[in-house]
């Protein structure tokens, strides 16, 4: 939380003065604060963000912050893609075990088939020894 | 708004914006009349300004129309989903992977305990032919257990094994059986993501204790049977407790038929023996004794 008269890391960046219902200040007053609003008013703009923030309950606020963060530092990184290229590549990689999967539990099946195959005379003969 | 005296309509961003659509409207192929949501989406999220900002320091034409691709799709997210937005897909896909992880963990070991059950198996084979030792007792036919029982097995073997693979479908069923795809409209379509942060892991951790018990086989240890037939039991046992009841039942049901087999023959050897002894007792009676006491 922000000292009385100690601006929040967004109203820092945008020197101007902190006031008592900045929406920004719950969310950016920490250490990086002011380099995480920076990237997001480079990539969305602080007045989006604000207009966003103010859309949503409370509750909800800080969890939209970090994640409207996340998404704007990765588009800084990458101008292209963006976040979206994250979830490119984790797409790929679920869709590849599930192929693995697959693969592997038809496997299982035969080999379940197979061990039920074998299995028959050795169950007579346990029944058998059982007398 | 469209142009004066053209047929051609604006696009969608000039027609929000309200104003003239050029010729050279750097938007106006990415945000088509037809599809004015798309562009709302992006300028609420970007702005004009930004999203121009970023196509302008791009260099090809395929390099921004794929930055005009991934724009579209974050702003249509964030829409869908306010708080979370891609952050939460992300969180989403990650449990998916951690739950496909374990999954693929455990058909291993399932596939590894068959692989080694199978080496025991070729390695203790029993002699093709054998058969179990039949009774045989002088006029009686022979008796041989054998073909009563033949069929009984291959059932209850066939109903565990779709059990069991069914049990199997149930399990790939919670991942949708969709096929995965690097076009974006798939991750559009799924509506299992919620605005909750922790709901996907959450469920995925509940879940995960029940999918571990619940595939029954074993993971951890081989129990170490001295007998095939002891190692066999445990195995079904613990995979499905309705197909193993019934498969106990069977082998119940066919030991006690043994039993009964065994002791009819008995009995009718008995009275068999009996018969003759009473036939020779009453002819020894019927004919004169050779040797007739004398007084």
């Given at each position: 939380m922000t000292g009385i008269g100690s601006p929040c890391g967004a109203c820092k960046f945008l020197r101007r003065k902190c006031v008592n219902g900045c929406v920004f200040a719950p969310y950016f007053s920490h250490e990086q604060g002011a380099a995480h609003f920076a990237a997001i008013h480079k990539v969305f703009g602080a007045s989006n963000v604000s207009k966003l923030l103010m859309h949503l309950p409370v509750a909800d606020r800080c969890e939209a912050?970090?994640?409207?963060?996340?998404?704007?530092?990765?588009?800084?990184?990458?101008?292209?893609?963006?976040?979206?290229?994250?979830?490119?590549?984790?797409?790929?990689?679920?869709?590849?075990?599930?192929?693995q999967l697959a693969s592997l539990k038809t496997q299982a099946s035969q080999g379940l088939a197979m061990a039920v195959q074998l299995h028959p005379m050795d169950n007579f003969l346990s029944t058998s020894r059982g007398l | 708004m469209t142009v004066k005296g053209g047929t051609s309509q604006a696009c969608a961003a000039c027609k929000y914006q309200r104003r003239k659509c050029s010729a050279g409207c750097q938007l106006a192929r990415y945000f088509p009349p037809d599809n004015p949501r798309m562009f709302q989406n992006a300028h609420k999220l970007f702005g004009v300004s930004n999203i121009l900002r970023?196509?302008?320091?791009?260099?090809?034409?395929?390099?921004?129309?794929?930055?005009?691709?991934?724009?579209?799709?974050?702003?249509?997210?964030?829409?869908?989903?306010?708080?979370?937005?891609?952050?939460?897909?992300?969180?989403?896909?990650?449990?998916?992977?951690?739950?496909?992880?374990?999954?693929?963990?455990?058909?291993?070991?399932?596939?590894?305990?068959?692989?080694?059950?199978?080496?025991?198996?070729?390695?203790?084979?029993?002699?093709?032919?054998?058969?179990?030792?039949?009774?045989?007792?002088?006029?009686?036919?022979?008796?041989?257990?054998?073909?009563?029982?033949?069929?009984?097995?291959?059932?209850?073997?066939?109903?565990?094994?779709?059990?069991?693979?069914?049990?199997?479908?149930?399990?790939?069923?919670?991942?949708?059986?969709?096929?995965?795809?690097?076009?974006?409209?798939?991750?559009?379509s799924k509506e299992g993501i919620v605005n909750s942060f922790w709901v996907p892991c959450n469920n995925f951790l509940a879940t995960q204790p029940q999918f571990i018990t619940t595939q029954g086989f074993p993971i951890q240890q081989v129990p170490e049977a001295p007998q095939d037939y002891d190692e066999m039991h445990v195995f079904f046992d613990t995979v499905d407790d309705r197909q193993s009841y019934i498969e106990s039942k069977d082998a119940y049901e066919s030991r006690y038929i043994c039993v009964h087999l065994v002791r009819l023959v008995l009995t009718v050897v008995v009275q068999v023996f009996e018969a003759d002894e009473i036939r020779i007792i009453s002819h020894r009676c019927s004919s004169p004794p050779s040797n007739a006491s004398t007084t």
């Open positions: 912050a970090l994640t409207i963060s996340y998404e704007a530092r990765a588009r800084l990184q990458d101008p292209i893609y963006g976040c979206v290229s994250h979830i490119f590549a984790l797409q790929q990689q679920v869709f590849n075990l599930q192929e | 970023i196509i302008n320091n791009l260099k090809t034409q395929e390099e921004k129309e794929e930055a005009m691709r991934t724009i579209i799709y974050e702003s249509k997210v964030r829409d869908r989903y306010p708080v979370h937005g891609c952050y939460g897909i992300i969180v989403e896909l990650h449990c998916k992977i951690n739950q496909a992880e374990l999954e693929l963990e455990a058909v291993n070991a399932q596939l590894n305990f068959y692989r080694q059950q199978q080496h025991r198996m070729s390695q203790s084979s029993p002699p093709p032919n054998h058969s179990p030792p039949h009774l045989q007792l002088g006029n009686t036919s022979p008796i041989n257990a054998l073909p009563l029982f033949q069929q009984h097995p291959h059932q209850s073997y066939n109903g565990m094994a779709s059990g069991i693979n069914q049990h199997h479908n149930s399990l790939s069923n919670g991942s949708n059986g969709v096929v995965y795809n690097t076009n974006l409209e798939y991750i559009e």
